[in-house]
C-alpha cells in the first residue's frame, strides 16, 4: 500500500465530496438519525469546496492510497473543520495521518489550541489523539436540523 499526503487542488473537489458523502452515510450511520444523516452530507458541494480550496484560506489535505483518494482533512481559523475518510480505507492509520497534517499547519500558524467539533462517533479517535471534551454543542444542518457534537480541545 503506497500512501501519499498532499495538499489538495481545486480538481480535487468532486471527489473530497464524494469521499464526505460516503464516511457520513457509512461510518456515522449508527450515531445519528437518517434525516441528520442526509442533510449532514448533503453540506458539501462540489463548487463550494473547489472555490475554497483555490482560496486558499482554509488548508485542505488529501491522502491517497495507490494513488487512489481515500481522505481528506481541513484545517481553518484554529479549528479541524473537516476529517473524513473512505469507509473502504477506514481503520488504517489515514485518519491520524490527516489529522496531523491539519496539527502541522495549525502549529504553523501559531495556534496553540487546537479545536475540532467532534461528531459522536468520532469523538474516541480524538481522544485517543490527544483532544479533550470542553462542551457539547448542536450543529446547525439544513431543514432546521441540528446534530449533536462535543466540542473538543488539544494543546499543540
Ligand atoms: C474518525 C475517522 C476520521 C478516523 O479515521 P481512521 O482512518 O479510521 O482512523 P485511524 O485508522 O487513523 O485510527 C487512529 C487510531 O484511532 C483509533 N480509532 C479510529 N476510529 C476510532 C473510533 N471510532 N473509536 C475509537 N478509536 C478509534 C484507531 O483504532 C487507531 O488506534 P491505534 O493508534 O491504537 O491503532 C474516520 O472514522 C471517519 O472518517 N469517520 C467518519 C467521518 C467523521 O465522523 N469525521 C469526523 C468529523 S468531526
Redesign the pocket.
Known amino acids: 500500500m503506497s500512501t501519499v499526503l498532499r495538499a489538495a487542488e481545486p480538481e480535487d473537489a468532486n471527489v473530497i465530496c464524494e469521499i464526505f458523502r460516503l ?2 452515510l ?3 450511520a449508527d450515531y445519528y438519525t437518517v434525516d441528520q444523516l442526509l442533510a449532514w452530507a448533503k453540506s458539501f458541494e462540489p463548487n463550494a469546496i473547489r472555490y475554497a480550496i483555490g482560496n486558499g484560506q482554509a488548508k485542505f489535505f488529501i491522502v491517497e492510497v495507490d494513488k487512489r483518494v481515500a ?1 481528506f482533512s481541513v484545517f481553518y481559523d484554529g479549528m ?1 473543520r ?6 473502504l ?11 496531523n497534517a491539519a496539527e502541522a499547519e495549525a502549529r504553523k500558524q501559531g495556534v496553540k489550541k487546537l479545536l ?4 459522536n ?9 490527544g483532544f479533550k471534551v470542553i462542551a457539547d454543542a448542536e450543529y446547525p444542518l439544513a431543514g432546521n436540523l441540528t446534530m449533536h ?1 462535543y466540542t473538543m480541545e488539544k494543546e499543540i
Open positions: 464516511s457520513i457509512d461510518l456515522c481522505g479541524v473537516a476529517l473524513y475518510v473512505h469507509p480505507f477506514a481503520g488504517k492509520g489515514l485518519g491520524a495521518a490527516l489529522l475540532v467539533a467532534a461528531s462517533n468520532s469523538q474516541p479517535f480524538y481522544k485517543k489523539q457534537c
